[in-house]
């Protein structure tokens, strides 16, 4: 009879006080114990934690494991008994093959690497612009509202053609709903706002087109709710996740001085600083895929039917492919990381993220290179980890002006 497993209690879990950047420990110590843990839902649904890089890789390109979204489960409440409605149009992430290929070709097929080297000219610019407004305004700054998201906001913005005129209202519909500190009803008020405001600029793309992605998907045989909701996905998943990675990536930097040197002094190590950032930092925590029949993973036999929740954090500090992984190294070579997820479902918009995290983290601390925390770190702001996709609230930074 075979040892049992590792069993993880609850996946609501919080990061040690003064370990801002490091998975909660109770994931750490069960990756300890071996790539695959047992785990119940709430309403005694038996699944798994899977924590092991290669265990979480092979999930992601296996085609046995679905990620449709009505197929999961939910972390906080017991859902037994209720049927979860399947994924919206254009909500990729969860859906299977065709219909994840419908989406996510014609997107794909127009964030092309060429498209990106023309974007490059355009982040530069907008973060000189964030930069030269803080450098006006003095020290201190909170650089959270004043750098990390108004780039990725302003670039999804321009990326979908939303108007000049419209970015205020569109970023506060957008901060409302993704900043983490709006109420429930002030969260679903934004989304309803948000989700009119894509529909009315689908019907506005399709009778004036311009120079942007939203235009140019409007000629596919893609719907107006099809457009609605791709629309809405590239806002959620292209301004939330690429915001949070900057914030904790300059806070990872101040609090790590030898690797700002490395960021700052070494060219050669830029790009790779970008992979290592996103491996150290992984704000998006978590994905569940179902198995649909019985399948062996790490040694570990998954019944048809049962879900498996997908540590990605965690498997980004496994020590076997990520050698001394609590340690933040430029010099690492750590493109192979899974903060950007693996296979047919990573992030369609990749390229895209490092660009503005290169492109701004190296303007940032080029431009103040005296940059430093303004308050002690305790009270730095920082989301629970229990949050959908982890990250900052504030980030108070000071500077020699």
Known sequence: MGEALHAVETMMLE???????????????????????SFTFPGDVPAYVITGYDEVRAVLVDPRFSARKELMLDL???ITGWDPPPATPGEMVFMDEPLHGRYRKPLTSRLTPRR???LTERVEQITAECLDAMEAAGPPAELVSAFAKPIPTIMICELLGVPYEEREYFQEQVDQFLGGEASTEEQMTAFAAAHKYFA?????????????????LTETDL??????GISFFTMSAGFDTTANTLALSAFALLQNPEQLAVLRDEPEFAEGAVDEL???????????RRAMEDVEVGGVLIKAGTVVVLSYNTANRDPERFPDPQKLDLRRKAVSHLAFGHGSHKCVGQQLARMELRIALTGLFNRF???????????????PDTAAVYGMTSLPVTWDA
């Open 15 to 37: 990061r040690r006080p003064g370990c801002p950047f490091d998975p909660p420990a109770e994931l750490l110590e069960a990756r300890g114990h071996g790539p695959v843990s």
């Open 76 to 78: 906080s409440m017991d």
């Open 200 to 216: 009315e600029l689908v019907l506005a793309k399709r009778a004036h087109p311009t120079d942007d992605i939203l235009s140019d």
């Open 223 to 228: 719907t107006n709710e099809d457009l609605k």
């Open 116 to 118: 990106i080297r023309q």
């Open 369 to 383: 290179p005296t940059l430093r925390l303004a308050v002690p770190v305790e009270e730095i702001g920082l989301r």
């Open 278 to 288: 996103l491996r150290y930092t992984t704000v998006a925590k978590t994905f569940m």
